[in-house]
Nanobody
Framework: QVQLVESGGGLVQAGGSLRLSCVDSRRPFTNNAVGWFRQVPGEEREFVAAISWDGGNSHYADSVKGRFIISRSKGANMVALQMNSLKPEDTAVYYC????????????????WGQGTQVTVSS
């Protein structure tokens, strides 16, 4: 059974940085694409970034390109999301999610989700 656990959220001032981490505490997701999504109360959950099983391919939402970096080491059971130049509009609950497939495609949703971690950016 998969259990994704996020960590690293918190409160930061605009322009600051945070680093989120995601691990699968029960089963390594070393062969799966992994992504980050975020959600603001009252709005739909939106895609932020995703990375292939080997770290060789990554995808980003336009709103975070050039500011966020998703990373993983091949064979490592941890995916990180480095968030730089944070803006108040980045405030949301951030969710880690793993896919059945090794590569991310926008037409296939995640199979498993974490519980989420709150990121708050103050102006």
């Amino acid at each position: 059974q998969v259990q994704l656990v996020e960590s690293g959220g918190g409160l930061v001032q605009a322009g600051g940085s945070l680093r989120l981490s995601c691990v699968d505490s029960r089963r390594p997701f070393t062969n799966n694409a992994v992504g980050w999504f975020r959600q603001v109360p009252g709005e739909e959950r939106e895609f932020v970034a995703a990375i292939s099983w080997d770290g060789g391919n990554s995808h980003y939402a336009d709103s975070v390109k050039g500011r966020f970096i998703i990373s993983r080491s091949k064979g490592a059971n941890m995916v990180a999301l480095q968030m730089n130049s944070l803006k108040p509009e980045d405030t949301a609950v951030y969710y880690c999610a793993s896919f059945i497939r090794p590569y991310y495609t926008s037409n296939v949703g995640p199979k498993y989700w974490g519980q989420g971690t709150q990121v708050t950016v103050s102006s």
